[in-house]
């Protein structure tokens, strides 16, 4: 299908030229490296000569740097819901946003661990603009969501992506992963953006837009970290958009938040999937003639699953009580936990500055806030 030769990731035939073009990449020895420390470099390129698919090279070398990464930047990953999946079932995976690189690669270890499915995954592709990334997410199944473009390109952009979503998903039988808006959440709040919902409805062609949406087998998905290694490096866009100015990033700044991300400290992640949305979707169509209306009521839905099941450490609950001066919390968290976090927020930010503080407090308290919004969450 060379309509989407633009936004794809590799085929299985190209994958072993790619992988002996960058062999000898500093990048591919660092990723080498960390993840096989004790490993003569000649043995793992070795291994990657013999690589000819996505599926051998993620196994072999990105699901055992993924295990790296939680050994040494993690208290460990736990999970929920997946045992509700089918085998050799595709599904759309629409999860909230917290880190670039790890949402999408903590899912697929988990969809691997159990047997299922794993995703072809979106990514900006303002974070693969070097060769050498670009190579790497193709090689990770990813496809590029165009970004930085016209209205007249955006709506192009948005319908060749739509249509490759849908022959993943109907035709190859490949799940999909893509984030409920784009860009990561930066105070805590997930919301589902209805302009993803209403790109992905572009490769519709149902009379029906929710009966598309069926096909499609959408499951929820919730994301959570105890601590969020990227936190502090939120503060100047959100300082930015508080005064209203236009925001702009440093040059290498994806990268650094890319790589931090995956190395800062995490402690505890749990990832939850919802169950597939599917009698909320006649109830959608039935109380809703207008498409608008209808998208409206699916992000929501989305939201309500993703909110409802995130899970809620004990960063949330000290963020909660600091920011409004109260102990409503105290028993979910012990007094060693909140001194260790209040140390975290001195290391981290100018304590002297109020909106700073407040910002850093928001994005870890904002979860209690929308959690307990729904009746028995908390």
Known sequence: MQKFDAIRPFYDTEVNEAIRASLNHPMMKAIMDFTFPDVDDEVWKEQLRRTHSIRDFQCNFIYQAVQKVLEKSSEGLTTSGFEKLHKNTSYLFISNHRDIILDTSLLNTCLFEHGLVMTASAIGDNLVKRDFMNTLAKLNRNFLVQRGLSPRELLQSSKLMAEYIGQLLLRENRSVWIAQREGRTKDGNDATHSGVLKM?????????????????????????????????????????????????????????????????????????????????LDVIAQENDNTNKQ??????????????????????????????????????YTEDEKSLFERRLEMKIDVTNDFMVESFLNMYANPVVNKSKYENAI
């Open 295 to 332: 998208v409206q009521a699916l992000a929501q839905a989305i939201d309500d699953s993703i909110l409802q099941s995130y899970k809620l450490w004990p960063t949330n609950y000290i963020a909660y009580d600091l920011l409004n001066k109260t102990d409503k919390y105290k028993g979910h």
């Open 200 to 280: 992905l409805g572009m490769g519709s062609d149902e009379k029906n837009l929710m009966d598309y949406f069926k096909k499609l087998k959408i499951v929820p998905v919730s994301i959570s970290y105890e601590y969020d290694p990227t936190d502090a490096l939120k503060m100047p866009q959100l300082m930015a958009e508080a005064k209203a100015e236009t925001y702009v990033k440093e040059k290498n700044e994806d990268f650094i938040t890319l790589l931090s991300g995956i190395i800062g400290q995490k402690k505890r992640i749990h990832i939850h999937v919802g169950d597939v949305l599917d009698t909320e």
